[in-house]
């Protein structure tokens, strides 16, 4: 059983940046594939960036070139650097890890980007 339980939201003006942290509570969080997803109401979670057990990266067009996601096994936590923030990527940020049949999710973190 994996908790995952995410920080580091909040308001930020356009073009500023915000650090989202998503520490791992339980074993095996090195063996685990991590994604950051986000959410606005009355719309689907979409998937932003993926970071495997190897450390590969992908990220969803949209934030490419400003996000980079990121982990530190030692700490069980995974990061997500957000930069030029736009006031489209105001969402509810969710962390999510699956090894194998095993999916586990935190509970969101707000982000809100306006001026």
């Known amino acids: 059983q994996v908790q995952l339980v995410e920080s580091g939201g909040g308001l930020v003006q356009p073009g500023g940046s915000l650090r989202l942290s998503c520490a791992a509570s339980g074993t095996g969080f090195s063996g685990y594939v991590m994604r950051w997803y986000r959410q606005v109401p009355g719309k689907p979670r979409d998937w932003v960036a993926i970071?495997?057990?190897?450390?590969?990266?992908l990220y969803a067009n949209s934030v490419k070139g400003r996000f980079t996601i990121s982990r530190d096994n030692a700490k069980n936590t995974v990061y997500l650097q957000m930069n030029d923030l736009k006031p489209e990527d105001t969402a509810v940020f969710y962390c999510?890890?699956?090894?194998?049949?095993?999916?586990?999710w935190g509970q969101g973190t707000q982000i809100t980007v306006s001026s």
């Open positions: 970071i495997t057990e190897a450390g590969r990266t």
């Open positions: 999510n890890a699956n090894s194998g049949g095993n999916n586990y």
